[in-house]
């Protein structure tokens, strides 16, 4: 590890884990349980399937890419990320920041099975038209690579299901099916159906469609939402002794946890000692929608999410003890000549335009494209931020900026707060600046960026450490109301650090972006691209 990375741990301050009067009973207890949220971060419509002694998950990442991103773990409390179902997605230059965005669209939901040998990978963008065609990937292992194996019709929210008899379906919408041809290349016309209705308390979609079976049963998993006095955002399962139907409907999970809301939306899996486990996922405001994780159990042949209560639980029994300690968001000290696996580019980066081997040990961005604000800027490289609390660092060359060029640390999101250094002339500038996009409705046009600087300083040298500090922490007694704020602090010398700027309120908003907040490396020019920017490191701690 390079001395650079080494002098950032030396100095920057990491969050305290726990109280000290609690550390020890606490340190303890964690060892031995899985604490909720399971992951604290943004890992939307969660998927999971067991291979052997391996759980795989796949989330929602959307307009981010490499797209579908698969984690492994073995004990459903140290996940790592392993592979991506896709580089790029291709079918629009929206996918480039070219002619629109894909903002908040993309990769959704995606489905992951494992059969006869082979995963397999169903999903449908939230787009309309030809972009909204759903793909079907297969690999031999979860880690890639994948295959394309066909394009069809869109299904919203899909889920891909093998049958015993070797039939192939599709469950998608509220509540419809389809058959799918043996060898995945189309649907099965004249197969449509729909197999319940819903209740007309119900009046928003029920979606998240998850089918299982199990004990000869079949099993569809949706979240539920619900308008009704007394009731509230839940998981529902319909259940059939034949795929076709008749379903009848049990709610399985009406639960909130931590304070906030009710939570919706998951999957449930089996260990490999036939305990079974409920995998869903909540809002929680800034930091984005995490998951937890909870038993299920089998009562009267309906799978029952929570403990004995039907609650969320606070702590669960790992599957196996004496796991590794994995994680899904690292430090990097750039000295791979790979990406690593923890990092997702805002939209398909521009691969000519970033290297990790022109400086060795060191993560070059260069500007490609003049733009007018960083929500059109290619090669914004991100990883999610996580709660209760975390941190994030990185240390900057700027040497060979240009005029009009533009660069930074970020918490990104479609109400972004930054450290943004900008070239004028031949002067440099730190500012703490707050920025917040407008989309339109069909395209995701970038229509407007209001941007405001809050502080700024003149930089008389050309190498800056940049720091972010995230806090998620609910307010006092749990739940919405608590801090949600990015403080921004730079250093000159590495070692003595300067808060510039307000407290900034982290914000997620589903009609814009629809992803929790993401720490951001940026560089891009307003008027003549061919500069650039050198990243020596990118360093991580998190509260836990």
Known sequence: MKRTLFCLLAVMPLLPLV???EAADYETLSMEKIENPMLWADVPDPDVVRVGDTFYMVSTTMHLMPGAPVM????????????????????????????????????WATSLK???????????????GEMGRTYIFT????????????RMRHFHDCSLFFDDDGRVYVFYGTGEMMELKSDLSDVIEGTHRRIFQREADERGLLEGSRMIKHGGRYYLLMISHVYAPGKHRREVCYRADNVQGPYEKQVILESPFGGFSYEAQGTIVDSPDGDWYGIIFQDRGGVGRVLTVMPCRWINGWPMLGDEDGKVPERVRPVVAGQPEGAIVKSDDFSSDKLGLHWQWN???????????EREGWLRLKTSRV??????????????????????????????????????????????????IK????????EMSEQSVTLSERDKEVTAVEEKTVESVALQQTKVWLRIDADFRPAEGGGYGGKDTARFYYSLDGETWTKIGNDYRLLFDWQRFFMG??????????KKKGGYVDVDAFLYSREK
């Open 371 to 420: 733009v007018d604000n960083l929500y059109l800027a290619p090669n914004t490289l991100t990883q999610r931020m996580e709660g209760p609390a975390c941190s994030g660092a990185v240390v900057m060359d700027l040497a060979k900026m240009r005029d009009g060029d533009r660069a930074g640390f970020a918490a990104f999101n479609s109400t972004t707060g930054a450290l943004l």
């Open 517 to 526: 907040s993401k720490f951001g490396i940026f560089c891009y020019a307003t």
């Open 139 to 150: 690999a031999e292992k979860a880690e890639g690579p994948w295959t394309l194996v066909s």
């Open 19 to 21: 109280q000290k009067a």
């Open 114 to 128: 494992y059969h006869n040998g082979r995963f397999y990978a169903l999903m449908a963008p939230n787009e309309g």
């Open 423 to 430: 070239k004028i002339g031949k002067k440099l500038t730190l």
């Open 72 to 107: 492994a773990s073995q004990d459903l409390k140290n996940w790592e990320t392993v592979g991506y179902i896709f580089d790029r997605l291709t079918d629009s230059p929206k996918y480039d920041l070219l002619q629109g965005t894909a903002y908040g669209r993309g990769q």
């Open 347 to 357: 939209h398909n980066p521009v691969n000519e335009a970033w290297s990790l081997k």
